[in-house]
């Protein structure tokens, strides 16, 4: 294992993720497990806790991305369907649009 390598790619991966470069956050998860299959010596116990608290960091880091990514793409559809108004059905069956926003809200 390549302890020294290993907490570079996690503090490269915190601040990639922060500036939300998704391309190269699968690169630095290749070059981590990489670097966490490399012959080597074992960190001591001190440092194998550092890189365990700096993993830790990182991985609630991506998962608030995630979390954000989830949100926006939800709020996006919710707004596409807003923008194409609201349809009820009458006893016939036939579906109606009631209302729609999209003309009004939509770039000309």
Request: avoid cysteine.
């Amino acid at each position: 294992m390549d302890a020294d390598r290993i907490e570079d790619l996690l503090a490269t991966l915190t601040e990639t993720a922060r500036r939300a470069d998704f391309a190269a956050l699968a690169e630095l998860a290749e070059g981590i497990s990489a670097a966490l299959a490399a012959p080597g010596p074992h960190p001591t116990v001190e440092r194998a806790e550092r890189l365990r608290a700096a993993a830790a960091r990182a991985a609630a880091l991506l998962n608030a991305a995630r979390d954000g990514i989830l949100a926006g793409r939800t709020r996006a559809a919710e707004i596409r369907r807003a923008l194409d108004g609201t349809a009820t059905y009458d006893p016939a069956g036939n579906r109606a649009v009631l209302a729609s926003a999209g003309a009004a809200l939509r770039r000309t």
